[in-house]
Each structure stands twice: as C-alpha cells, then as structure tokens.
C-alpha cells in the first residue's frame, strides 16, 4: 500500500537508536525525507551513513547532534530544521527512563525528565505546528508509553512525563479544528531497545539477577505480566504504526491516544 509520503518531511527526536531509529528508517522506505537526532554529532553522522546503505530511494536524511534536555538544545535542532524547510510530520520521540526509589529522586532528576520528556516535545510542537496550521497539513506524534495510563512506584518521575505527553496531545489537537492536521500520542509497548537492554541490566544489578532471567521474570511475574504478547515489541512493530499515523491515510485519526501496547495495559478503552 502507498502511505502517501513521498516528498514529506518528517523530524524524529532521538533518533539515533531504538524507537526513533526504527521509525526514521520507515519513513525513509516510504520515500521521506527524514531528519533524525542524537545528543551526540558523531553518532548523529554515524547513524544517517548506516541509514544510506540500506536505502533504496533518493529520500534525503540529515541530522544533528543536540541534547533536547535543554532550551539551547532544542534550539539548535529547531534552527537546524528551518534550515532543510517545511517540517510535515513531526515525532515527539525522546525520553529517557530509569528506576529509582520514589524517595531518592532528587528535586533535579525530576526536573531533567521533564525537560526532556515534556518541554522538548512542548518546545518543538511550538516551534512547528504554526506552519502546519498555515499549509493546513501535518503530523504530530507524541511517543507515550504503557506507563502513561498506570501508576508506578519506582519510576513515578517517568511515569508522570508520559502521562504530561497524553494531555498535551490531546489539547494541541483541539487547534487543528477544521484542518487536516492530526495530532496523537501512541502508548507504547515495552520494545526492546538499547535503552531497555540497558534498563533491564540496571535492574538485574537491584534483582541480584541475571539480564537473562531478569527479561524474562519481567514477563512472568514483574510490571509485563498482564502483555499479551508476553514479549518485548520489536522497534520495527512500533515504527510501523507509528508511519501509519504520518500517513495522510490516517486521516480520521485526530486528538486520539492509541495503544500499540501488545494489550499489557487492561482496560476496555
Ligand atoms: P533509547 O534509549 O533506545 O534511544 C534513545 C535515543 O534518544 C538515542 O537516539 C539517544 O541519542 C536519544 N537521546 C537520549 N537522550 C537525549 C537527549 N538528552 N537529547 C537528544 N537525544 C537524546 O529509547 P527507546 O527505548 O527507543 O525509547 C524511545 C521512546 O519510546 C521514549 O520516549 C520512551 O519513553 C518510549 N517508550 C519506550 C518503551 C520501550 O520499552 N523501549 C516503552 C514505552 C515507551
């Protein structure tokens, strides 16, 4: 099927590994052009050539190194965006989660998270729906997580920006009234990323297990028992819903918070 995306151009916000990788990849195979992000320059390049060799159009791929974490930061990418023209589609997608004890996150820690998970996504959605609004046209994404509908003890910080995600798409969305801009969030499964390899190995340290059994005992009686998959999502499964969502095909799809969850999170709606 044609998703329609040729001569789009998409902006994918940590995009140099897991998640965001897999989805500036699908966009490229659908003929985008595509401008990932990293923290760092070299691993930013790194990334676009690997990109290039398993490409088979003449989509164009840029990319800069900036840590979203900060006004700064989010700047350069903005600026760096303006510079390759209009952005289409727009995919809020960095975040970064950790496990620590509701009482040992620091004043800062929560300040970070939300600089990065929240403010950037604020910061970029500012910076780019406005020339949505004027062609009437766009996309903006919001990467949630099953952690965005649940309570959690040992990752409330986390938890909290992603549920922050779902409320902000849902009001931007109400700007979109009578265009054909959509603007969503997506609760994501837990995938296996390098963050999560890394998570998990964070947590095996606490467990006194090994990652090994510590992956799988997160299926068999941790926070994953109630997956209907009973596995970890694939990146590539996750980027291909969320290529769905850019696609002018999902058109009907407006102000909505969909779960590409594997059915972990038990709820009706
Ligand atoms: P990941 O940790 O594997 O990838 C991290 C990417 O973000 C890299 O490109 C890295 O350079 C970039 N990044 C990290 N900090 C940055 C910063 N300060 N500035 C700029 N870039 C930065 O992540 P992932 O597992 O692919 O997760 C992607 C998104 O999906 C996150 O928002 C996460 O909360 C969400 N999510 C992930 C899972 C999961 O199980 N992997 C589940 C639900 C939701």
Redesign the pocket.
Known sequence: MDLNLKNKRALI????????RAVANSLLAEGADVII???SQS?VTQTIDELKTTQNNSSKISGIG????NHS?VNDLISFAHSEGQVDLLIN?????TVKDFFDIEDSDWHHIFQ??VMSAVRLSRAFLPSMLKQGWGRIIF?G??QSSKPNPSMAHYAMT?TAIVSIARSLSELTRGTEITINSVQ????W????SEFIEDLSKIEGKTPEAMSRSYFEEGEGNTSLIQRWAE?EEIAKVITFLCSPISSAINGSSLRADGGIIRSLF
């Open positions: 916000t940590g995009s140099t590994l897991g998640i965001g992000n990293g923290r691993k900036a840590d979203l974490s930061g997608n960095v975040g970064s989660f990065l998970n990467i997580s099953d992603k994501v499964a837990p995938t990323t390098e963050g999560v990146p």
